[in-house]
């Protein structure tokens, strides 16, 4: 990664802390009685700093820091939040309902592939249905249209599921595109076989899904092999200031 993304991408770890800092101590609404007489200032102040840094660490500077890694890894284009419209037969947006409403009603669970591959050989109606698809991040590269559904570590069952449908919709639509379902880290360590979250297990194959991206995998997919652990590396150099200042605040 050359060093004017680098440099990007540290201040975006950097202005993420320093906001969370002024909110937290500019926070009007932080009156708790019970929580007051029952647990000590400290652990109120720093469960409410943790919860205002996960929430906008997890919004807006992950998508923009995945913007920001896909431009360094040779991306001619990438949006946030981008809206695709796309033209698909009725027969086949059928099939996918169908095949979210199984998933539902746990009727079944096929891998991504085989999904993928038994809607392509619904015959065609000939009536098409136009529909609108906003990614968490888009981006072209080599002439390849890249989408990203970006979410929390431990998304529920519903963000899911209209994550994979996004990425049926887009995989049909548009045939030789990549889609992805992309958690910025694994809560339960670093292999993608350690993940234990249920809910959204049981809409994707998080085992063996190639579309589903977990930690490491999902920043060396879009930035190239390396990428997580020089993501870690910005963040360790930018923590050494951060660090401090947190603990100037108690």
């Known amino acids: 990664m050359n060093q004017r993304y680098h440099n990007l991408i540290a201040q975006e770890f950097q202005n993420c802390v320093d906001n969370t800092i002024r909110r937290i101590t500019n926070r009007d609404d932080d009156y708790r009685?019970?929580?007051?007489?029952?647990?000590?200032e400290d652990v109120l102040f720093w469960s409410a700093f943790e919860r205002s840094f996960s929430t906008s660490f997890g919004q807006r500077v992950i998508e923009e820091v995945a913007k920001l890694v896909v431009l360094s890894n040779g991306a001619d284009s990438a949006e946030?939040?981008?809206?695709t419209n796309i033209r698909i037969d009725q027969a086949y947006e059928d099939a996918i309902h169908r095949h979210m409403q199984d998933l539902r009603m746990h009727r079944g669970h096929s891998s991504w592939n085989q999904t993928l591959n038994h809607i392509l050989a619904?015959?065609?109606s000939?009536?098409?249905?136009?529909?609108?698809?906003?990614?968490?991040?888009?981006?072209?590269?080599?002439?390849?249209?890249n989408?990203?559904?970006?979410?929390?570590?431990?998304?529920?069952?519903?963000?899911?599921?209209?994550?994979?449908?996004?990425?049926?919709?887009?995989?049909?639509?548009?045939?030789?595109?990549?889609?992805?379902?992309?958690?910025?880290?694994?809560p339960f360590g670093e292999r993608r076989e350690d993940y234990a979250f249920n809910p959204p297990m049981g809409?994707?194959?998080?085992?063996?899904?190639?579309?589903?991206?977990?930690?490491?995998?999902?920043?060396?997919?879009?930035?190239?092999?390396?990428?997580?652990?020089?993501?870690?590396?910005?963040a360790s150099e930018v923590g050494a200031n951060t660090r401090r200042k947190i603990n100037e605040l108690r």
Request: proline share 5%; net charge negative.
């Open 203 to 234: 809409i994707f194959d998080f085992k063996r899904d190639s579309v589903v991206l977990i930690g490491s995998e999902m920043w060396d997919t879009l930035g190239g092999e390396g990428c997580y652990n020089e993501l870690l590396q910005i």
């Open 126 to 145: 000939g009536q098409i249905e136009e529909l609108r698809v906003i990614s968490d991040l888009w981006w072209r590269k080599d002439g390849v249209d």
């Open 122 to 124: 619904t015959p065609r």
């Open 80 to 83: 946030r939040q981008h809206i």
């Open 33 to 40: 009685p019970f929580h007051a007489v029952l647990l000590s």
């Open 147 to 186: 989408f990203i559904s970006l979410k929390t570590v431990k998304p529920n069952i519903d963000q899911t599921a209209v994550a994979k449908e996004d990425c049926l919709h887009l995989s049909v639509a548009i045939p030789n595109c990549h889609t992805y379902f992309g958690l910025p880290y694994n």
